[in-house]
């Protein structure tokens, strides 16, 4: 049996790692293993859970997390990293299926277990608050949104330096709050701030500055800046024409 007809052509040293129906025998090899191996199930669901989301089957992705969570928390205790770790990729689930009142509590309770592994000055933390603060924004409330970038631009910041990309990412988020909050006027430069920092920390040719350039030619526009946002429009589009010849 083949996932798809992908899994046909590839050879099988290049695609076990990627094959859903391999990844589910595996699951149930481990299963019917004698022992406690009670880790190795959750790892396998975690896995298999990786591949379903990938191929957007949400709902088997969902199963697969749930178990693994059920699992990590008898292993290494309901406030183990692991367990923090899942429970935010169950949040992104819940987001992806629309649910966002379910994804937003499952986000916070992982921003909780993370500040009580970590403390207050981890990456986990940051990308923790950096997925509430999506969140808050797809529900509308604004300014929650914003504290919540705000404090992971600070910690980015305090881990990184100022010339990081985690660091224009939440910039840009910020800039998409502020045109929500009727202040679009301070979008352009936030979102000029974004997109220098990108292009200095990963080259110019990459989908995340074509997406940077778009959004700042987009805010342009919005204050009839037109010739400026022509520029950015055309940056991005010969960017793409670069990076993605068979596109265009």
Same mark, same amino acid.
């Given at each position: ?59 088997? =992705?969902?199963?697969?997390?749930? %178990? +693994? ?7 290494? @205790? #309901? &406030?183990? *990293?692991? !367990? $923090? ?59 929650? =949104?914003?504290?919540?970038?705000? %404090? +992971? ?7 990184? @330096? #100022? &010339?990081? *990309?985690? !660091? $224009? ?59 400026? =946002?022509?520029?950015?429009?055309? %940056? ?9 010849? #068979?596109?265009?």
């Amino acid at each position: 049996f083949y996932c798809n007809t992908e899994c046909q052509r590839q050879s099988w040293g290049e695609h076990r790692k990627v094959c859903v129906v391999h990844q589910e025998k595996k699951l149930e090899k481990e299963r019917s293993r004698r022992g406690d191996n009670k880790g190795a199930i959750a790892a396998a669901c975690l896995d298999l859970g990786d591949l379903y989301m990938t191929r957007d089957r949400l709902p088997e =992705a969902k199963e697969r997390y749930m %178990e +693994a969570l059920r699992i990590f928390g008898d292993v290494e @205790g #309901e &406030e183990s *990293e692991r !367990v $923090a770790g899942m429970t935010m990729t169950l949040g992104i689930l819940f987001g992806k299926q629309g649910e966002l009142d379910d994804a937003l509590r499952m986000g916070k309770q992982a921003l909780r277990l993370f500040r009580r592994v970590h403390g207050d000055e981890h990456r986990n933390v940051a990308d923790a608050l950096v997925s509430v603060g999506g969140l808050l924004f797809k529900k509308g409330h604004f300014d929650g =949104a914003m504290a919540k970038f705000e %404090e +992971a631009r600070a910690m980015y910041v305090g881990l990184y @330096g #100022e &010339e990081h *990309e985690t !660091v $224009a990412a939440v910039l840009g988020s910020m800039a998409k709050v502020l045109n929500a909050q009727g202040k679009g006027a301070e979008a352009p430069a936030m979102l000029q701030k974004s997109l220098d920092i990108m292009t200095r920390t990963i080259g110019t040719d990459c989908d995340p500055v074509v997406m940077s350039l778009l959004s700042l030619g987009s805010s342009y526009a919005q204050h009839g800046m037109l010739k400026e =946002a022509l520029v950015r429009y055309e %940056e991005g589009l010969g960017t793409v024409r670069r990076i993605h010849p #068979e596109k265009t």
